[in-house]
């Protein structure tokens, strides 16, 4: 059982910054695709980010790219979501996911992810 706790959300104006950390409990975190993602009410969960095991490779949406950046520290168990440039429609309930196993989905399909942090909720005022 992997266990993830997003922290650091909150209410941002916008073009301000903010960065969510996620602790993760898993022992074999360095063996773990590690990913963002993000629900607006009445929407789906939209991909925002992902990172490759070593932090070697990142992934981003266009929605998101050249603002957002992720990061890991796997001697912290830990991954990052710096967000800067920050619109009202980034406002979204952020959610830190992980990959476990092979699955051969696509980095951004949401099913690829098997474990998932609660939810922190960003808020961007215009």
């Known amino acids: 059982q992997v266990q993830l706790v997003e922290s650091g959300g909150g209410l941002v104006q916008a073009g301000g910054s903010l960065r969510l950390s996620c602790a993760a409990s898993g022992r074999t975190f360095s063996s773990y695709t590690m990913g963002w993602f993000r629900q607006a009410p009445g929407k789906e969960r939209e991909f925002v980010a992902a990172i490759s095991r070593s932090g070697g490779s990142t992934y981003y949406p266009d929605s998101v790219k050249g603002r957002f950046t992720i990061s890991r520290d796997n001697a912290k168990n830990t991954v990052y979501l710096q967000m800067n440039s920050l619109k009202p429609e980034d406002t979204a309930v952020y959610y830190c996911?992980?990959?476990?196993?092979?699955?051969?989905?696509?980095?951004?399909?949401?099913?690829?992810?098997?474990?998932w942090g609660q939810g922190i909720q960003i808020t961007v005022s215009s």
């Open positions: 996911a992980a990959d476990t196993v092979t699955s051969g989905l696509r980095i951004g399909n949401s099913r690829r992810y098997d474990y």
